[in-house]
């Protein structure tokens, strides 16, 4: 319920979006209207047809993409005819004779006797439905990563139609206001044929824009962080205290689901059964084993973990996993890594077994880069351990990091019930390093951050964001706490940023005391040179583990490096890496 809350009130911002604004022109045309017989049913046609496509498009393929893209088109013709329609019926009918009527017809049911038909209405709605490009926060960006990743659900349709539910209440409220604006000006001008024309004008105005790219493009890209700021809040106004204070988890949808989650975590007298160990079948290969299944771990307890190599949540939760397959291994635990990758990159095995190899992981993985078996646990989080007694029954499950203690002493308590004679008591004690030392949250107020326009917020350089193509870039000379920006020419993809001149840079200002960034060299696998400076000088004793006193580092392969680790007080500080080499891809910040 709390889902479909946030879901609800993350639409209701929609209409603070800038792309939001070559739509409003289509609503506002129903403004001077009944609104139970015109607006209302716009609004539901233009919110059922946004749910519906977002749905398909979301788990359906590119097929779905590409037939939405012809509807847009037939849509914004139909848009088109109707303001033609409001604004030059005479001369227009004359130019294009056949489709003008059509929509002066259109128009006319539309708006008849001053009521308006809902069915006209509700037709114009599903136009407006095809044209409606919502920008993608937080709320939004989560519902539809979640439904890519765990294939078609009704809890996905759901979480879908909550969202355009809420942006259309936020723009019934447009449309109620605008008519009694549209009322005041009829009766104190006498006007209502120039303000007709004037609908049909800003219907055409938004026809153009979205014809040109700029509901998606310049509008939509205007701020990378749009509504993402406004919803973030939401979310964590509406989160309960432990959900604040949880670790930030690499899939976003962590801290939301958390509660719901809470619910069915291990009572302490007792390991609830949460249902059999699904299907481990699907993983494109796997690794330190031949492929295993739930037949062939009959009579084992099994920590299956779900991670992947440069999440920082996983490589601080490693050392424990690593520790309790070490000290159980024959007492009868398996476990086993599932590595489902986020980043491209990650999707490559060379890359998966190299850094298998330095991590000194050497129990069975999984590599699962179609997230068959992502999907059949229903995951939705790295890390995630799902532990199952020897009857092939999971018995608890933990997401995150933390409560350590606990999980190992279900696993104790699972095999103790398997029957293994003599248990080892206690529990390990782990002095992790490096990037694998746990975060310091209570001092710690920098989110994870991505560069790649899909998820980005708090974008600051200056200049509206070009997506896919070279753009030249201003770095804010004084960021505010979480803003970040480049410098240089950069290409920023779905999923990342590329450097394309022959030097660049990227600022963040952080509070934090740790400061990591996924970051790899370009195609040919050059080394990449760079330097880190904090405040503007050297790090010194802040740096961090992949970067030199002096803050000189080299970038050699993808993944996490570790650029900043300050000791002592921790406060705001201007973060700031310079490459001195072109073709660099980043791709996020995280913090600890």
Avoid at 231 to 257: I, W, Y
Avoid at 258 to 278: F, S, V
Wanted: aromatic share 8%.
């Amino acid at each position: 319920m709390l889902l479909l809350l946030l879901a609800y009130l993350g639409g209701v911002l929609t209409i603070l979006s800038p792309c939001i604004l070559p739509v409003l022109p289509f609503v506002f045309a129903s403004a001077g209207q009944r609104f139970s017989r015109s607006g209302l049913p716009l609004l539901a046609g233009m919110a059922l047809t946004f749910a519906v496509v977002a749905s398909l498009a979301a788990v359906g393929g590119g097929w779905v993409v590409a037939a939405n893209q012809y509807g847009r088109w037939l849509a914004l013709a139909l848009v088109a005819v109707f303001g033609l329609a409001l604004m030059l019926p005479s001369i227009a009918e004359r130019l294009t004779r056949p489709l003008v009527a059509a929509g002066n017809r259109l128009s006319a049911a539309a708006q008849s006797d001053g009521q308006g038909r809902p069915g006209a209405s509700f037709v114009l709605g599903i136009a407006t439905g095809l044209l409606w490009a919502p920008c993608a926060g937080p709320i939004l960006g989560l519902i539809l990563t979640g439904a890519a990743l765990q294939g078609a659900s009704l809890n996905s349709a759901l979480l879908l139609l909550a969202y355009a539910a809420g942006a259309a209440t936020s723009l019934a409220f447009a449309v109620l206001l605008g008519g009694k604006v549209f009322a005041a000006m009829k009766r104190s001008l006498g006007a209502g044929e120039w303000i007709k024309r004037g609908l049909g004008a800003t219907m055409l105005a938004g026809v153009a824009a979205i014809a040109l790219g700029m509901d998606t493009g310049v509008l939509a890209r205007l701020s990378l962080a749009s509504t993402g700021g406004l919803e973030q809040k939401l979310v964590d106004s509406l989160a309960t205290p432990r959900e604040r204070s949880a670790p930030a988890m690499r899939n976003e949808s962590a801290g939301m689901m958390m509660a719901a989650n809470d619910a069915m975590r291990m009572q302490k007298t007792a390991l609830p059964d949460e249902g059999p160990l699904p299907s481990l079948g699907g993983a494109v290969e796997w690794l330190n084993s031949p492929p295993l299944s739930a037949e062939s771990l009959r009579g084992k307890v099994v920590l299956v973990d779900f991670w992947t190599y440069s999440c920082i949540n996983c490589l601080r939760a490693l050392p424990y996993v690593k520790a309790w397959a070490d000290k159980y291994r024959d007492q009868g635990l398996v476990v086993i890594g599932v590595h489902a990758p986020e980043f491209a990159f990650e999707r490559d095995v060379g890359n998966v077994t190299k850094a298998m190899r330095k991590l000194g992981i050497d129990y069975p993985v999984a590599i699962d880069n179609d997230y068959a078996i992502w999907r059949a646990f229903d995951n939705q989080y790295w890390p995630a351990h799902y532990f199952i007694d020897a009857n092939g029954r999971i018995r608890h499950h933990h997401f995150g990091e933390g409560e350590y203690e606990q999980s190992e002493r279900v696993i104790q308590q699972l095999l103790r019930e398997s029957g293994a004679q003599k248990v080892a008591a206690g529990l390990i004690d782990v002095r992790a390093e490096g990037v694998q030392q746990a975060a310091d949250m209570q001092q710690m107020r920098s989110p994870e951050t991505y560069l790649g326009y899909d998820r980005a917020e708090n974008f600051a350089s200056s200049g509206a964001v070009v997506p896919d193509e070279p753009g030249s870039y201003r770095a804010p000379a004084q960021p505010a706490l979480n803003q970040w920006g480049l410098e240089g020419s950069w290409t920023i993809e779905p999923e990342r940023a590329v450097l394309e001149g022959r030097s660049g840079r990227i600022v963040y200002r952080f509070q934090a005391r740790d400061l990591h960034l996924v970051l790899g060299p370009g195609p040919d696998g050059k080394p990449v040179r760079f330097r880190v400076t904090i405040d503007g000088k050297a790090p010194g004793d802040a740096h961090g583990s992949d970067v030199a006193p002096d803050g000189s580092g080299t970038i050699t392969e993808q993944r996490l490096y570790q650029l900043v680790r300050q000791p002592g007080e921790i406060a705001e500080r201007t973060f700031s890496i310079e490459f001195l080499d072109p073709e660099v891809a980043a791709y996020a910040f995280t913090f600890g």
